[in-house]
Nanobody
Framework: QVQLVESGGGLVQAGGSLRLSCAAS????????MAWYRQAPGKQRELVAT???????NYADSVKGRFTISRDNAKNTLYLQMNSLKPDDTGVYLC?????????????WGQGTQVTVSS
C-alpha cells in the first residue's frame, strides 16, 4: 500500500523555521521525483519545490532562498527546511511523488500537514 505521511507542521511566528518530513512507503522512492505543494484557504494548490531522482532542485520564486528541499533515499524520506517564514507561507503542505511511465504521469499524494505562520 502506497503511503506518504507528512509531519513537522505547526504554528510558528513570522521569521521562524520549521522542518517538514514526508515518510514514503509501498513504492520505490528512489525512482520517483518528489515535490512539496501547499494549499492556502481559498487559493489554488501551489507548487513549492521539486527534487529529481538525481537531486536537482527547483523552487517557486516566492520561497527561493528561504526553503530547501532534500531527500534521503536510504530512509525513504523527503524534507522541506523552511526558514524566514512569512504569514503568506501559511497553508497545508502536501508531499507528492511522481514519475512518467510510458507517457503517463503516475502521482502519489500525502494527506498534508498544516503550517500556520503568525504575524
Amino acid at each position: 500500500q502506497v503511503q506518504l505521511v507528512e509531519s513537522g507542521g505547526g504554528l510558528v511566528q513570522a521569521g521562524g523555521s520549521l522542518r517538514l518530513s514526508c515518510a514514503a512507503s509501498g513504492f520505490d522512492f528512489s525512482i520517483n521525483a518528489m515535490a512539496w505543494y501547499r494549499q492556502a484557504p481559498g487559493k489554488q494548490r501551489e507548487l513549492v519545490a521539486t527534487i529529481s531522482t538525481g537531486g536537482t532542485t527547483n523552487y517557486a520564486d516566492s520561497v527561493k532562498g528561504r526553503f530547501t528541499i532534500s531527500r534521503d533515499n536510504a530512509k525513504n524520506t523527503l524534507y522541506l527546511q523552511m526558514n524566514s517564514l512569512k504569514p503568506d507561507d501559511t497553508g497545508v503542505y502536501l508531499c507528492n511523488a511522481f514519475r512518467w511511465v510510458q507517457g503517463r504521469m503516475i502521482n502519489y499524494w500525502g494527506q498534508g500537514t498544516q503550517v500556520t505562520v503568525s504575524s
